[in-house]
């Protein structure tokens, strides 16, 4: 072999064996699928259900029943962790996983957080900082809250299309909302590319918004009228505790209030720096999403 043959062979990505993407049929699963399978990788798409997802191999997959776990991981050696919505404690189920996944050959592991929930922070943060100790091929990412609560099935998204209001305890308080697409985008990146992030990516928009800047480009795509109504945190809570348990209501409501404070009013280049295109404006996703009811 001669020296540029063997410099080209150290461009070249090792053989990708198959990818397991867990909550396969969710916002940033169902994207990454997409986005996998578009690129040629071979994908098991796992959901509770083993729903079927165009050009994977669906797969039954459920967080609290290990009967289900090594039919997923059979060939697989890298995964997409999404961890269980709602549970207080997600890494009392997922790091068992992990650790099982790595046992039988899985080499990376790319874990969706949140950009609000630092490393060795509560619930998925607990999940993060073992996750090195795990895998040596891994990454983090932690995206903002997604342009998509005001298009899809959100509670904000219903509200606008029912009411023409956005309520919420965020105040003025700005956030650097970030498209669903870009995060899969991130993800794809980090599971297929020749050399993980091994750290973690904080994932915004280009800008931070408000939830009036929000009201008013809905208004402007759209042509109905759409308003943010501000509640007080106790005023979001009580209205989210008919809706979902307690506790959880309490959390969502919290993070409102932490966004009013000033938590997430920051945006970061990570969506550039992975992919090597811009992180979309909330303007396009609305045209994209909103202007012919999508």
Do not use: C
């Not at 929930?117 to 891994?138: N, Q, S, T």
């Not at 980090?190 to 918004?209: M, S, Y």
């Not at 920051?266 to 045209?287: I, K, N, Q, W, Y």
């Amino acid at each position: 072999m001669t020296t540029a043959d063997a410099s080209a062979a150290t461009r070249v990505a090792p053989a990708i064996g198959s990818t397991l993407v867990i909550g396969a049929t969710g916002t940033t699963g169902s994207r990454t699928v997409a986005r996998l399978t578009a690129a040629g990788h071979a994908v098991k798409a796992a959901s509770r259900k083993g729903t079927p997802v165009a050009g994977a191999e669906p797969v039954r997959f459920d967080w609290y029943d290990p009967g289900t776990h090594a039919a997923a991981l059979d060939g697989v050696d890298r995964v997409y962790v999404i961890p269980p919505v709602g549970d207080p404690d997600p890494a009392a189920v997922v790091l068992p996983f992990l650790r099982r996944a790595r046992a039988v050959g899985v080499r990376r592991a790319v874990l969706l957080s949140a950009s609000s929930i630092p490393e060795g922070g509560p619930a998925v943060g607990k999940v993060h900082r073992a996750l090195p100790g795990i895998f040596d091929e891994w990454a983090v990412l932690r995206p903002s809250w997604f342009m998509q609560n005001f298009t899809g099935g959100h509670l904000h998204a219903q509200s606008i299309r029912d009411d023409g209001i956005i309520l919420t305890a965020a105040g003025t308080g700005r956030v650097g909302f970030v498209d669903a697409d870009d995060i899969a985008a991130v993800a794809a990146h980090a599971l297929t590319d020749v050399h993980a992030p091994d750290t973690d990516l904080v994932l915004t928009g280009p800008e931070a918004l408000s939830h009036d800047d929000i009201a008013a480009i809905v208004t402007e795509v759209t042509g109905r009228p759409v308003v943010h109504r501000p509640l007080s945190h106790e005023e979001l809570r009580d209205r989210l505790a008919a809706l979902m348990p307690e506790e959880f209501a309490a959390m969502l409501a919290g993070m409102d209030r932490a966004i009013a404070e000033g938590a997430e009013d920051r945006v970061t280049d990570s969506v550039r720096h992975v992919t090597g295109r811009p992180a979309r404006d909330f303007r396009a996703v609305a045209e994209r999403e909103l202007r012919h009811g999508g």
